[in-house]
């Protein structure tokens, strides 16, 4: 397992997205629109998630005809465990001071 | 099809070239994932996203790799030697070290220790202190560069914010002024010496720790981590 990544405020959000019904896969495009983040912070941080085993991807068929088969994400159970950690954190320390929180 | 859905296709066409082979599942899946995106201004937003991606991705490969990261040593290796060159100095004059002072003083211009003594004199304990201080963090940071640790950059930053402050402070000590003024004044003016040497020194930390970042940033890929 790799180690525990920085918690920027994007890889919060995201972790805190993934974490809603976590067993659920999500497309990439779904997730920019969740958490708010373009593209090109987006799969940088979906990289190291994955590098570091927190997040699995896979190809699924689209479901329209004509159209390419796309990517769906979601956490790892170990992932999901880390981003229940950080929001329980978070909430006890709600002025957003990450002091020993699981991600600092 | 319009001109900017094109555009937006040449560009993730573009990031799939760039992207290191070991990451070009991500790009087909960006790829993939602008198709179905029904807007064509969300779309090039999209693909601009992989481009970036891409160069983000390839230059961490090319910094990360072990020639790269061997060759970032050098500037880190500098930056030791610069937090601690006048705090050794001011030791060996402490302890009489003429020739450890005549070595080190042949290394700066003028190529002498004596015209240093006014400020060796001056300097307070805590200032050599922090050189060395500064001098462990950045070695810190060396060695966390080498075991590809994204602390590499929080070390080298404290080790140059440590730098930073002491070095203001020392400018508080009464006398510490004129005496640098003495010793760093020059007859003549010397466009290298005196303009592109400190300049540059003030720009290689900078390159440094954004070398480092993308040097540290993530992990080698876990084989079997995507499906």
């Known amino acids: ?104 | 099809m319009s001109v900017v859905r094109e555009l937006s296709r040449a560009l993730v066409s573009h990031a799939r070239m760039v992207m290191p082979e070991s990451r070009a599942f991500w790009t087909a899946g960006m790829a993939n994932e602008m198709a179905h995106i029904g807007d064509d201004g969300a779309a090039f937003r999209w693909a601009i996203g992989g481009v970036m991606t891409a160069y983000l991705e390839r230059v961490s490969a090319v910094f990360g790799s072990a020639p790269m990261r061997g060759l970032l040593m050098l500037p880190l290796l500098f930056e030791v030697m610069q937090a601690v060159f006048a705090q050794t100095m001011t030791l060996a004059w402490r302890m009489g070290a003429t020739g450890v002072l005549g070595v080190m003083g042949s290394q700066t211009p003028g190529d002498d220790y004596h015209r240093f003594i006014p400020l060796l004199q001056l300097v307070p304990n805590w200032y050599v202190v922090s050189g060395f201080v500064a001098g462990a963090l950045v070695l810190a940071s060396a060695v966390q560069l080498v075991r590809r640790r994204p602390s590499a950059v929080i070390f080298f930053i404290a080790g140059i914010v440590v730098g930073i402050v002491a070095e203001g402070l020392v400018h508080t000590v009464p006398g510490y002024n004129d005496a640098a003024r003495q010793v760093f004044q020059f007859k003549d003016v010397r466009t290298m010496r005196d303009l592109v040497i400190p300049i540059t020194a003030q720009l290689v930390p900078i390159f440094i720790a954004i070398s480092l970042w993308l040097a540290t940033r993530g992990t080698r890929p876990r084989v079997g981590a995507v499906s």
């Open chain 1, 1 to 104: 397992m790799g180690r525990k990544p920085r918690s920027s405020k994007q890889t919060r959000q995201l972790l805190a997205v993934l974490a809603i019904d976590a067993a659920r896969w999500r497309h990439g495009y779904e997730l920019s629109q969740q958490t708010g983040l373009k593209s090109g912070t987006l799969y940088p941080l979906l990289i190291r998630l994955s590098d570091q085993g927190w997040l699995e991807a896979r190809w699924t068929e689209p479901e329209r005809e004509g159209r390419p088969p796309r990517h769906e994400y979601r956490l790892t159970e170990e992932g999901a465990a880390l981003a229940r950690e950080d929001a329980a954190a978070r909430i006890e320390q709600p002025e957003g001071r990450m002091k020993g929180a699981v991600l600092a």
